[in-house]
């Protein structure tokens, strides 16, 4: 057997790494490794001269394994990987270590450790890769038609733009209608147009749509599957459908937080959420002449840390409504900060004030208080200008409150296998780069169901999942990582341990050559290890991460270890 | 029927994503990029709010994912002459400025940049470095080639030099270029200009320009990050002391009928960033952010401003400086400012104050970039009075210019961060997907 041929290539990531890591060190301790038979410090391995070198030195060297000892496997690892295949090495046959996020940044201010850490963590990856086996990737077929689940504005949109690229869309709506949230609310900003200019017509091009089946009152009841097979349950007055999906777009909303008990709602008649009053004042109607609205009301609290986003929006909105039904009306607005970012909601903001909109700041230390026994008569607020506690007198008190989490997003989460996070909103793959979607692939989201969103902002957010969501549907098939599991029927004890734990159903146990065991459906497997972990007879065995390699690590380490005790 | 290819001008992060995602929708994408190396604004960043992610880790995959895509065709140092047709059917004219290099033989060594004895003020570290006439823009520049700048080379002036020829070992210097002109027909185009800062010396009550000690945002990223001129090393302008207080000015011509009437957005964000890497870097340091409103509105924005005051000694003080003067002595700047003060009986007053700092950070507003008003004008695309790219309904399509076929995504078309640019950027491309119908499988590979 030819002799397996390591080359690690350590990264100092500019000063990101070799700030704090000495890299000469690890690099001349990798040297002496088993198989090591080329080393090199990169000043960024990503660049295109570190790809290239990599590159260069899997020919030149004949390297048969690839380390890499740089930042993060996240971003990273498939551009090592690519760069492998792309010099004629199969890309299972790479391995990456971590010395940025395990060493250099959480041992930041221990430099000498950081650096023996950053050895240990080369010599394990070293000792896993001398076990590395090529693997083969396979395809499978993406159904052609994708789920979005909710109605409303987010939903409507990404339907529309699916189906407006050629692509057969079915919407899962609970309520009886679509629209949304926004089906209550009178007018729109930053436009100030009635809601129903907007909705109206993107209901009937949605209704009207030939590649778009809506399915009203109705519920997912169940998701299994994996990006290109999905299969879904959706429930209608207690008939279940079954249907194949490829890809899932999750537009589920959000519902305006009720402020029970807080500055008299709930108790006082004349103290509403904006929403309320969206609802039930109309133009025309008779209005109260002295309306005082309250911001932040249970939201940049302890409880809920988050700001609503869009809130300070609605206050405004409201408010030069108010003015304009009637200009006589007092309208004052109290806040602890206006969040009119951007043009167009800061030109709103300037308007409202040149209306005579009062803006009041008000200190979360130091809250407003709603005054009256039966109904609220007026405001107490402290008034930084003037410096002293006035009231201001009222005929109805709105209070500002932020959109919170459906009660079911929970649930939704669980069953999709998609995280929530500490808010209790949909949680992104990745906060910044990869916004609208989930770390699990073939999963998107939208809209308010992964925090508040204005309508501007939900439809963006719409089309862009309707991108993703679109491309692995136009291509027809994606490529599944070959980190699946096998069972190794001789030593199968036919227990059932892994059926029971795997979430994607991919384990069956079935009649073989070696009687009554384990059988893996590849295709199914997401490699998330679950069975191996629970497999008692050590039958389950994931490629990349089989015992062979995971225990040369230890050993690796334990080797180390020793060392260090004798020393 | 319509062509599969789409125009993107401009390669900052929004550019990028609308790249790769047009690519992988299978169409063809010409990646128009003024500058010697995509990657826009974002490079220039060293962390990024709210979870601090080091700018240049994140987007370096990115910059790399696009340019080796085998759908997209990278035009860089290069700009859009003219457009003519309709959506479906533009005739796209771009011109590639001469770099003097041969980008297939140039393997970006960097000898020559060494051995050439031409410096200039570096504008990727916003002038707060020096680089040569032929350069790399930052180390990660994709494409990782040199580039021959003729305003100052020596042999462009003088006629004579030419060492960098002499150096390259792998003879890619051509001083005999010319400029490449380029016809295209795209289906679509896709425009991610970003933006500029506003210089600040407009609003003499800050001394931009005069108060050594009075830096801007963009500078304050090149100096805290640990691949700048400085090695992440918070030296100030006068004397490179570190600073131990330090003040933060928001809405610089921001939010100011005067100068800008809109919120730049990300500023109160990056802002409290910044407070927090100077404290990382030195634990001892204070921060001051004299702020209008604070506008943290983002997922984990909130939060971050909570570490910011509980772990990174943030003071969140709300008032707008009226100005800053100088302790000719020190050097130090002195911030001008009222603030309420209570007594006993919870009254309060209004009253001037001043704090001394040793560095001021001035977080000026950030404005679209120009440079696209002749093509704007030329397509009839409209503009808004501030100069951002007008959407035809900002409700029901926020990424649809005035002119059908033709789209708009990231801080050109209306202030915003990171995440909502990627966001924007792939909606652009849907948006295009509608239009063009893109069919064909993208490579296997891709
Ligand atoms: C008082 C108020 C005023 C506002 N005014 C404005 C304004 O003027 N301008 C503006 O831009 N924005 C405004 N907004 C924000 C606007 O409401 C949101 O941008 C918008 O609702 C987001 O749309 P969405 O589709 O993401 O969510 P939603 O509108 O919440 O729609 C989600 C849909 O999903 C359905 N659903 C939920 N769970 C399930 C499930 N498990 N299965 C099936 N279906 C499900 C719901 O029934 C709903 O129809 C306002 C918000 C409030 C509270
Ligand atoms: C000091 C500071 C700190 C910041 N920190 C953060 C942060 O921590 N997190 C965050 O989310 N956001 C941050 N931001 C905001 C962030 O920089 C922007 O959101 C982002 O850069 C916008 O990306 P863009 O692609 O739209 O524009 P840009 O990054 O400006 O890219 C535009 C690109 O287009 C090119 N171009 C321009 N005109 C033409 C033309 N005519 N032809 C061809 N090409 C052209 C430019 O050269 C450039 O490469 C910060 C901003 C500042 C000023
Ligand atoms: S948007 Fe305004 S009202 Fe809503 S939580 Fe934020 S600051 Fe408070
Ligand atoms: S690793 Fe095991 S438990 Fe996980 S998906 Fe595959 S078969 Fe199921
Ligand atoms: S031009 Fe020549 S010397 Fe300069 S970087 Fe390119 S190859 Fe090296
Ligand atoms: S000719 Fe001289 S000045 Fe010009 S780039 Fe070459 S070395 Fe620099
Ligand atoms: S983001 Fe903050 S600093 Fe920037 S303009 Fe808006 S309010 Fe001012």
Redesign the interface.
């Known amino acids: 057997m030819p002799r397996t041929r390591v080359g690690v290539f350590v990264c100092h990531?500019?000063?990101?790494i070799a700030?704090v890591v000495r890299v000469p060190e690890v690099v001349e301790d990798a040297r002496n490794l088993p198989n090591v038979v080329y080393v090199e410090d990169s000043?960024?391995a990503?660049?295109?001269?570190g790809?290239s070198s990599i590159k260069e030195q899997i020919a030149k060297q004949n390297l048969s394994r690839v380390v890499v000892a740089s930042?993060?496997p996240r971003?990273?690892e498939?551009?090592f990987k690519?760069a492998c295949?792309e010099a004629g090495l199969n890309r299972y046959l790479f391995e990456f270590v971590n010395i940025?996020e395990h060493c250099s940044w959480v041992h930041r201010h221990d430099p000498a450790r950081a650096t023996e850490k950053a050895k240990e963590l080369v010599r394990m990856g070293v000792a896993k890769a001398r076990y590395l086996e090529p693997q083969e990737e396979f395809e499978s077929e993406v159904f052609p038609a994708a789920l979005v689940v909710g109605g409303g504005v987010a939903g409507m949109t990404a339907a529309l733009?699916l189906a407006?690229?050629?692509i057969q869309v079915y919407v899962v709506e609970r309520e009886g209608q679509l629209g949304g949230l926004v089906r209550e609310v009178r007018t729109?900003f930053?436009?100030e147009?009635d809601t129903g200019e907007?909705l109206g017509p993107?209901i009937e091009q949605v209704r009207s749509h030939p590649q778009i089946t809506v399915y009203l009152g109705s519920e997912v009841e169940n998701i299994e599957g994996f990006i290109g097979d999905f299969d879904v349950a959706v429930a209608t007055d207690g008939q279940v459908r079954e249907l194949k999906m490829g890809t899932v777009i999750v537009a589920t909303g959000a519902k305006e937080f009720k402020p029970l008990g807080m500055y008299g709602y709930s108790g006082l008649p004349n103290v509403v959420t904006q929403l309320e009053f969206e609802k039930s004042f109309k133009r025309g109607a008779d209005l109260p002449p002295n309306v005082v609205m309250i911001n932040c009301v249970g939201a940049?609290v302890p409880e809920r840390?988050?700001?609503g986003?869009l809130c300070c929006s609605t206050a405004i909105k409201n408010a030069i409504w108010l003015k304009e039904q009637d200009p006589d009306a007092k309208v004052s607005v109290l806040h602890r900060?206006?969040?009119?970012?951007?043009?167009?909601?800061?030109?709103f903001y300037?308007g409202a004030m040149e209306l005579g909109i009062r803006f009041l700041?008000y200190d979360v230390q130091?809250p407003p208080e709603v005054l009256g026994e039966k109904r609220a008569e007026g405001v107490k607020v402290?008034h930084?200008?003037m410096?002293?506690?006035i009231i201001l007198p009222a005929d109805l008190v709105v209070l500002t409150t932020p959109l919170v989490p459906r009660e079911d997003s929970e649930r939704l989460s669980k069953m999709m296998k998609v995280p929530v996070?500490t808010?209790g909103?949909f949680l992104e793959a990745?906060?910044?780069?990869?916004?609208?979607e989930f770390s699990t692939d073939g999963i998107y989201v939208c809209g308010s169901a992964?925090?508040p969103s204005s309508?501007?902002?939900s439809?963006?957010?719409?089309?862009?999942?309707?991108?993703?969501a679109?491309?692995p549907i136009?291509?027809?098939s994606v490529?599944v990582e070959a980190i699946t599991v096998f069972c190794d029927e001789r030593t199968c004890s036919a227990c059932g341990n892994c059926v029971e734990v795997c979430p994607f159903g991919a384990v069956e146990l079935q009649e073989g050559r070696f009687g009554r065991t384990a059988s893996v459906n590849v295709t199914q497997c997401r490699g998330c290890g679950c069975c191996v972990a629970a497999c008692r007879s050590g039958a389950m065995q994931q490629r990349g991460f089989d015992d062979r390699q995971l225990l040369s690590m230890i050993g690796a380490l334990a080797d180390e270890m020793v060392s260090v005790g004798g020393r | 029927m319509s062509s599969q290819s789409v125009l993107v001008i401009g390669g900052g992060i929004a550019g990028i994503q609308a790249s790769i995602d047009l690519a992988n929708m299978g169409l063809q994408v010409y990646l128009v990029e003024r500058t010697p190396s995509i990657g826009g604004r974002m490079a220039q960043l060293d962390k990024t709010f709210p979870t601090n992610d080091c700018s240049m880790c994140i987007l370096a995959p990115k910059m790399i994912e696009c340019a080796g895509h085998d759908n997209v065709h990278l035009l860089t140092y290069s700009e859009v002459d003219e457009v003519r047709g309709e959506a479906g059917d533009f005739q796209v004219t771009v011109r590639g400025k001469p770099r003097y290099i041969d980008l297939a033989k140039c393997t970006g060594c960097g000898e020559c940049a060494e051995k050439c004895p031409r410096r200039v003020s570096d504008e990727f570290n916003m002038g707060l470095d020096k680089r040569k006439a032929v350069y790399m823009p930052f180390p990660q520049a994709v494409p990782r080639k040199m580039t021959i700048d003729a305003e100052n080379c020596l042999y462009f002036a003088k006629g004579r030099c030419r060492v960098c020829e002499e150096t390259c070992q792998a003879s890619a210097i051509d001083f005999e270029q010319q400029e490449e002109v380029l016809e295209l027909e795209v289906g679509a185009i896709v425009i991610a200009t970003g933006f500029d800062p506003y210089d600040p010396a407009a609003l003499k009550e800050y001394g931009y320009g005069e108060i050594e000690n009075a830096i801007t945002g963009l500078e304050y990223e090149r100096l805290i990050c640990a691949s700048g001129p400085t090695e992440g090393h918070l030296g100030r302008p006068s004397d490179g002391r570190v600073p131990q207080m330090i003040a933060f000015i928001q809405c610089v011509g921001s939010r100011d009928v005067n100068y800008k009437a809109y919120c730049s957005s990300v500023c109160c964000m990056h802002a409290t960033k910044e407070a927090i890497l100077a404290n990382e870097h030195y634990p001892d340091l204070k921060s001051f952010i004299f702020y209008t409103d604070m506008r943290a509105v983002g997922k984990q924005f909130q939060e971050y401003i909570i570490r910011a005051k509980e772990q990174y000694h943030a003071s969140y003080i709300r008032s707008r400086p009226g100005k800053i003067t100088v302790d000719e002595q020190s050097g130090n700047p002195i911030v001008w400012y009222d603030e309420t003060v209570f007594s006993e009986a919870g009254d309060s007053v209004r009253r001037v104050a001043s704090k001394e700092v040793e560095l001021v950070i001035l977080c000026q507003a950030l404005v679209p970039r120009g440079v696209h008003r002749e093509i704007a004008e030329k397509l009839g695309l409209e503009m808004d009075e501030s100069g951002f790219l007008a959407v035809r309904d900002r409700l029901e399509c926020p990424v649809d210019t005035s002119v059908p076929g033709i789209f708009a995504c990231g801080f050109c078309q209306s202030p915003q961060d990171i995440p909502d640019s990627v966001v924007q950027a792939s909606a652009a491309a849907a948006r295009v997907a509608e239009l063009l119908r893109p069919n064909s499988r993208r490579p296997r590979d891709a």
């Open positions: 990531c500019g000063n990101n700030g000043l960024y990503c660049s295109e001269e790809l930042c993060t971003t990273h498939p551009l690519d295949e940025r733009s407006n690229q050629g729109l930053p436009t147009q907007l993107l940049r840390t988050y700001c986003r900060d206006v969040m009119a970012y951007g043009v167009d909601i800061e030109e300037r700041r130091n402290h930084q200008l410096g002293k506690q996070g808010e909103f990745h906060l910044k780069l990869r916004p609208i992964r925090y309508i501007p902002e439809v963006s957010q719409a089309y862009a999942a309707a991108a993703k679109a491309i136009r291509d027809g490529r």
